[in-house]
């Protein structure tokens, strides 16, 4: 059932936003240098890395690492990456990921390749068992702001409680915290 819904969602978005997608790509390409998307390598369900992609809202320079541990993350971000951050609108072609399953919509957010103590918080918790997801429990309850620990808790409460009715609920809340760019750091 959930995949169904993850499916039927994705290519309605993807039509829907075919539009806004290409104007974005063009604003892309025309305020910094490089590839308009970039593509990172994350790890998915039991763990498996996976290419994820996002509209690049970062300089080709910046290092592959989470941006909260960048010095000054905001010295790295294009012309238009805040905007595209806080609007959440750089997260878009994960449609792709959703549509060749290897995201849902609703699950932990995708850990980067080398964020090894969530990984390994995650695997002890059971909580890699999961389709990771464009959004989460833990998006809606703090986002950026919240410590490793914090998501990784908010994760396993998910998994105790996931349901279509929950992910409903959660994509309601994102929905509400993207349109008033609430939790975002950069």
């Known amino acids: 059932m959930k995949r169904?819904?993850?499916?039927?969602?994705?290519?309605?978005a993807a039509?829907?936003?075919?539009?806004?997608?290409a104007l974005i790509a063009a604003a892309v390409r025309l305020t910094s240098r490089g590839a308009i998307l970039y593509w990172s390598d994350r790890v998915g369900r039991a763990n498996k890395i996976f290419r994820m992609p996002k509209f690049?809202?970062?300089r080709v320079e910046t290092p592959a690492i989470a941006t909260d541990l960048l010095v000054d993350a905001e010295s790295y971000l294009t012309p238009i990456g805040s905007f595209l951050r806080?609007?959440?609108l750089d997260e878009?072609?994960?449609?792709?990921?959703?549509?060749?399953?290897?995201?849902s919509f609703v699950g932990p957010r995708p850990a980067l390749f080398n964020q090894n103590d969530l990984i390994e918080l995650r695997t002890q918790r059971r909580?890699?068992?999961l389709v990771p997801g464009l959004t989460g429990w833990a998006q809606?309850?703090?986002?950026d702001e919240l410590s490793i620990r914090e998501k990784v808790k908010l994760d396993?409460?998910?998994?105790?409680?996931?349901?279509?009715?929950?992910?409903f609920q959660i994509l309601w809340l994102t929905f509400v915290k993207v349109i008033n760019r609430d939790g975002v750091s950069h």
């Not at 396993?156 to 992910?167: P, Q």
Request: proline share 4%; glycine share 6%.
């Open 86 to 88: 806080k609007s959440s």
């Open 156 to 167: 396993v409460e998910y998994l105790g409680r996931k349901s279509m009715l929950f992910d």
């Open 127 to 129: 909580v890699h068992k």
């Open 56 to 58: 690049r809202s970062m």
């Open 140 to 143: 809606v309850n703090g986002r």
């Open 15 to 21: 039509l829907i936003l075919l539009i806004p997608a």
């Open 92 to 103: 878009l072609p994960q449609l792709w990921c959703i549509l060749t399953g290897e995201m």
């Open 4 to 12: 169904l819904f993850d499916c039927s969602l994705a290519l309605l």
